[in-house]
């Protein structure tokens, strides 16, 4: 197969049956000989190749570079832990509880751009999932934040997530001038599920704003 032309392979891939055939063996890549690597990358994009869950031990770098790189891959627990292991295995250690504080941490600008992109989708599957409830307060200024137009989003993030802000005029303060009812809003959900330190600080910038 990977020395069929590409225009015969495109035409042999009906129903999808060549894609599906890469998709359903996560160990495909490590299976392939090296030197085809560029050879690799061609038919994936040929043949428009979307991963769910790969191994990538042993797997040369250019290929793995041009699957993240390109988004030939699904967005999900498993490819996101491919590619954070791939970057920095270290971190791969903390995305069951802290998923998007490790992505920030990573700055990884291939993966946190198809992130963004697909906003809701992630927030819902993965920030959301159980056991990912001790995201840095900085994860979830970012996270309420980017959600800000999603107020039941924002809502179930301040609900599933244990943290305890300090300074409630941290929360969204990039929007309070184009988006203040909205950070309001925040304010008072964060208020209500009592993730706001108790001080005369937050109480003044509270009822200042």
């Known amino acids: 197969m990977v020395y069929t032309d590409l225009e015969t392979l495109k035409q ?3 129903g999808s049956l060549i894609s599906q055939f890469f998709v359903e063996h ?17 038919i994936i994009q ?3 190749i979307v991963f769910v ?34 970057k920095n295995a270290p971190l791969a250690e903390r995305l069951v509880t802290q998923n998007y504080t490790v992505i920030l941490k990573l ?7 198809n992130i963004h992109d697909n906003w809701d989708l992630y927030v819902e599957q993965i920030v959301l999932a159980k056991g990912n409830t001790l995201e840095s307060v900085d994860a979830v200024l970012a996270l309420l934040e980017r959600s800000i137009a999603n107020k039941s989003l ?7 997530e244990e943290f305890s802000i ?7 303060k990039n929007r309070l001038d184009d988006q203040r009812e ?28």
């Open 53 to 86: 869950k790969i191994e990538i031990s042993g797997v040369p770098a250019n290929v793995l570079d041009f699957i993240f790189e390109n988004r030939y891959y699904e967005l999900n627990t498993d490819m996101i832990r491919s590619i954070v292991t791939y």
């Open 46 to 48: 040929a043949l428009n």
């Open 12 to 14: 042999q891939n009906k």
């Open 154 to 160: 924002c809502e179930r993030i301040i609900g599933h």
């Open 26 to 42: 996560d160990d495909i890549l490590q299976m392939l000989p090296a030197h085809l690597a560029s050879r690799l990358t061609d």
């Open 182 to 209: 909205r950070v309001n809003a925040i304010w008072d959900m964060l208020l209500i599920a009592s993730k706001i330190v108790v001080s005369w600080n937050n109480v003044f910038a509270y009822w200042k704003e």
């Open 107 to 113: 700055g990884y600008d291939a993966l946190t751009s």
């Open 166 to 172: 300090d300074d409630i005029t941290r929360v969204c």
